[in-house]
């Protein structure tokens, strides 16, 4: 990431902030650290090649406004997020809006962009993903709906010389997983991982080791992982 210009999303979360330390290692030209709420990335405000970037990826306004502030990016992690913890059919949880629809908004509005420039988007998804976790079923859901418009989104980039990554992270010891009682990775160890597949071209990122298990047991018995996650709320 060397001389680049890179935009962070959710840079005010705990993996956000990972990834603008980790960058920072690397000697960027530029990080544009996002986040909703500018107040947030306080302990950003002075560091040399940081710039402090209001963006609300709902909302249409906020991201024209980004868009047109941001207009010299080199690589793009969507990492805003969130999790309601809902159930299937649960009211309360704006997950899709955030996780798909916000991410493929702030994709859309660098698509023309990208077919000049080359960029690289690295998208970060989620494990469950690809398998349903019913005890989160509306951010397994959003995680599947992100997965599938990456797919799309690097096969119209390809052509173009950008490159469109995806991360598949188990659980990270972030706000997102606060009481929790599960295993948790590192969100620096993540951050670095991620860059460093990333660096070897590896499109298709799983970051930790509960992410790589997982990945292995849905290649030998898919089915077993299904009843496996289905038992988050069994009885």
């Known amino acids: 990431m060397q001389n680049k210009t890179i935009l962070v999303t959710g840079a005010n979360g705990g993996l956000g902030n990972a990834f603008i330390e980790a960058l920072l290692e690397q000697n960027p030209k530029k990080i544009y650290a996002a986040a909703r709420d500018i107040k947030?990335?306080?302990?950003?405000e002075n560091r040399d090649s940081v710039e402090l970037l209001e963006l609300d990826i709902t909302d249409t306004s906020s991201l024209q406004a980004?868009?047109?502030k941001a207009n010299d990016i080199d690589v793009l992690i969507n990492n805003a997020g969130v999790n309601s913890n809902g159930r299937i059919f649960?009211?309360?949880s704006n997950d899709m809006?955030?996780?798909y629809k916000g991410t493929a908004?702030?994709?859309?509005?660098?698509?023309?962009?990208?077919?000049?420039?080359?960029?690289?988007i690295i998208n970060i998804s989620s494990i469950v993903a690809l398998c349903n976790l019913p005890?989160?079923?509306?951010?397994?859901?959003?995680?599947?709906?992100?997965h599938s418009f990456t797919q799309a989104l690097r096969a119209e980039l390809k052509a173009y010389g950008s490159e469109v990554y995806e991360v598949f992270p188990g659980p990270i010891d972030t706000r997102l997983t606060e009481g929790a009682d599960m295993p948790k990775a590192n969100p620096m160890d993540v951050a670095k991982e991620v860059l460093k597949c990333v660096a070897k071209r590896e499109f298709d990122i799983f970051p930790d080791g509960f992410a790589k298990m997982i990945q292995e047991r849905l290649t030998a018995d898919p089915k077993g992982v299904e009843a496996d996650f289905a038992m988050s709320v069994a009885g």
């Open 40 to 44: 947030t990335l306080e302990s950003f």
């Open 66 to 68: 980004a868009r047109e």
């Open 90 to 92: 649960s009211t309360n």
């Open 97 to 99: 809006d955030v996780n």
């Open 105 to 120: 908004n702030l994709c859309k509005s660098y698509f023309e962009y990208a077919k000049e420039h080359k960029m690289q």
């Open 135 to 146: 005890i989160m079923a509306e951010y397994s859901i959003s995680k599947s709906a992100l």
